[in-house]
């Protein structure tokens, strides 16, 4: 198991027209034994981070080393890398089975161990009963198991794991998402982990490096992301439903700090709930945006009002879209709420709920009324 | 599940045998006149009762035609060989040329990499006979009139655009990622072009050289200038059955016959493979 760095990665495609510059100065550092998620919406630059580390594609700038050594240079065959295809990618002539040793017939394993884990693999991802069929002949979830079981299969430096349980049924996707955690903690593996599903990223990674236009916007455990978003877009990007969003001018006094909403609403808060050093940002930057997650949104007495658009009960949660000043704005509350819809609400924001963005640069000011 | 009609399939049936018909009836009547003598198909009205004589055979396996104005020798059989041996090598470096340079065009952008292949492609456009003058002089300083080698190099012409624009496209349709697997399970690059993209591509491969060959065997006028009897395929050696004495239908008959069966065995064979390949190779995803 070894340490992944990548160092200053660009990806430049040049074509005959224009160049796209899909990944910019990326520098990651990957534990060993630790498991990280690209995550980013489509086009963002995390599959060609990946093809990148894997060999498919060639390094622009920058260097990427495994364990101490430089591999960006080498091919894909010397780079002790395993990889899991979205594609699955089999092999067609071959079985199920034989698609899963295939690594460990090219590392000329005994014939006895190969069996024998290919046999463990196959029971842990529920495919031990198709491992004589062909890949035309089965389905494309269980495809998908054989490809990233032919994958974890193999003893490798680095795991990296393309969209792994896109194509799975959500309950085999919660129970395998468990036994794979389980099985690279066991094992150690490093692992890069490339999905758009939030709830998978969550679930197995240590740390996500949310990804967006080819440029690393932030890199930390799911739950410091979600508690203290780097800018406006992880903010947005992470969470469901995504953050309220609003324009804001600040004005404060020694008592009170004032949010004049875009829109006509108005947020008052006592000064002392914010730190020193905010207040004093505040002041020298009062043009911000106010993000505010939807359970953060309480309805009931509040500032904020607005006419309930829908209101809909998924069964252990409320989700309640309200127009609040010419935009829509969602709560979630865990208890049930009947509203019909045309009727008010007024909803409210505690100070220690607000994440301050600079309306600038997008970067974020503060958390909870303390300095990013 | 079948939903059709009696109708339906009646009249299906009709439309069926209209254009079997349509089609096989040259081939069926070239088989007929080629057991008969030129007299009897020469005969007005035409009839398909005759006596039927082996003779159009005979004579072309001895190679001794016998026409009403005596005894001619015959070449035929050297010609056929000429066709089996030029097609034939042809296609086979064709193949070992055109599909690693197929892969390469499929898979690997360089500097000029689609003007080349296009104009590779160009050589199909260009009407043989523009370039065979100036082709003929230069096979002339180069000593390569009447050779088979200067008549193979000169059937690239016919079989490698054909080739490298149909394995071009079979392996454009394979997915990288199936190569990608195969390299970082710790193949080279040279491993899995042998052992994944060749055998993946090989329907493709087997239908190209298939009609590369036809096209190469069907060919007439390239050994029509640049070879000499003994070179010359059966195309251009039928051409002595046009006699002083007439033309030797029966002969050309029972030619064509021969000059047939070696493209109809390898399609049938090939046939049968390409939808073995096809249902081997079921590339999902």
Redesign the interface.
């Known amino acids: 198991m070894a340490e992944l760095v990548l160092n200053a990665v660009d990806k430049i495609y040049r074509t005959k027209k224009k160049a796209v510059h899909a990944v910019k100065d990326f520098n990651l550092t990957v534990k060993s034994g630790e498991i990280v998620a690209l995550l980013g919406s489509s086009g963002c630059g995390k599959t060609s981070t990946l093809r990148m580390i894997?060999?498919?594609e060639d390094v622009s700038n920058g260097t990427i080393t495994l364990g101490g050594k430089p591999i960006h240079a080498l091919?894909?065959?010397q780079?002790g890398?395993?990889?899991a295809?979205?594609?699955?990618?089999?092999?067609?002539?071959l079985t199920i089975g034989d698609n899963i040793a295939?690594?460990l017939k090219?590392?000329k394993m005994p014939a006895a161990e190969q069996q024998a884990r290919v046999k463990a693999m196959a029971e842990m991802l529920e495919i031990d009963g198709i491992l004589n069929k062909y890949?035309?002949s089965v389905s494309?979830g269980q495809?998908q198991r054989a490809?990233l079981g032919?994958a974890l299969v193999?003893q490798a430096g680095l795991y990296l794991l393309d969209e792994p349980m896109g194509q799975l049924e959500p309950q085999l996707r919660a129970v395998l998402r468990g036994r794979i955690k389980h099985y690279l903690r066991e094992h150690t593996c490093t692992t890069i982990l490339v999905t758009h599903d939030q709830t998978e990223a969550n679930a197995l990674a240590d740390r996500i490096a949310v990804m967006e236009g080819g440029v690393l916007q932030q890199f930390a455990s799911p739950a410091e992301l979600k508690a203290r978003p780097a800018n406006l877009f992880t903010g947005t990007f992470i969470g469901e439903p995504p953050m309220n969003i609003f324009d804001a001018t600040v004005e404060s006094n020694a008592k009170t700090v004032t949010f004049h909403v875009d829109g006509g609403t108005v947020l008052s808060y006592p000064a002392s709930e914010f730190s020193a050093a905010l207040l004093k940002q505040l002041v020298q930057n009062p043009k911000v945006t106010l993000g505010i997650r939807p359970y953060a949104l309480h309805a009931g007495k509040g500032p904020i009002t607005g006419k309930v658009v829908s209101c809909q009960w998924l069964g252990d949660q409320t989700h309640v879209a309200i127009e609040v000043g010419g935009r829509t704005v969602v709560s979630v509350a865990h208890e049930r709420i009947r509203e019909k819809p045309g009727s008010d609400l007024s909803l409210s924001v505690a100070s220690g709920d607000l994440h301050i963005f600079n309306r600038d640069s997008q970067s974020a000011m503060a958390h909870g009324g303390i300095l990013a | 599940m079948d939903h059709t009609s009696t109708l339906e399939k009646l009249i299906r049936g009709v439309l069926i045998t209209l254009v079997v018909i349509f089609f096989m009836f040259p081939i069926v009547w070239i088989f007929l006149m080629s057991f008969q003598t030129n007299e009897s198909i020469l005969r007005i009205p035409p009839s398909v009762v005759f006596t039927p004589t082996v003779e159009n055979y005979v004579a072309l396996v001895t190679g001794q035609m016998k026409t009403a104005a005596g005894s001619l020798q015959l070449n035929f059989m050297q010609n056929l060989w000429n066709s089996v041996l030029l097609s034939s090598a042809s296609v086979v470096i064709a193949l070992i040329l055109g599909v690693p340079a197929a892969y390469a065009f499929a898979r690997f952008k360089f500097r000029l990499g689609e003007d080349i292949a296009f104009t590779l492609l160009s050589f199909r456009f260009a009407p043989p006979l523009l370039v065979l003058l100036p082709l003929s002089l230069y096979f002339k300083t180069l000593g390569l009139t009447n050779t088979y080698v200067g008549l193979i190099w000169v059937y690239q012409l016919i079989c490698l655009p054909l080739i490298l624009w149909i394995v071009r496209g079979y392996f454009e349709d394979l997915?990288?990622?199936?190569e990608?697997?195969?390299?970082?399970?710790?193949?080279?690059?040279f491993q899995t072009f042998r052992k994944?993209s060749i055998?993946?591509a090989l329907p493709g491969i087997a239908a190209a050289g298939l009609l590369a060959f036809i096209f190469a065997w069907n060919n007439f006028v390239f050994a029509l200038v640049l070879a000499s009897a003994d070179k010359q395929p059966v195309t251009v050696g039928a051409l002595a059955f046009v006699t002083a004495s007439g033309i030797q239908y029966g002969q050309i008959a029972a030619a064509i016959i021969f000059s047939i069966v070696p493209t109809f065995v390898l399609a049938m064979f090939a046939q049968r493979y390409l939808v073995e390949g096809l249902s081997?190779?079921?590339?999902?995803?």
């Open positions: 894997a060999g498919f091919p894909p065959s780079r890398v395993a990889m295809f979205e594609a699955y990618s089999l092999y067609p002539p295939f690594a090219a590392a890949p035309s494309g495809q490809s032919r193999r | 997915s990288p990622d199936i990608h697997a195969h390299r970082i399970a710790g193949y080279s690059w994944i055998p993946l081997l190779g079921a590339v999902k995803g």
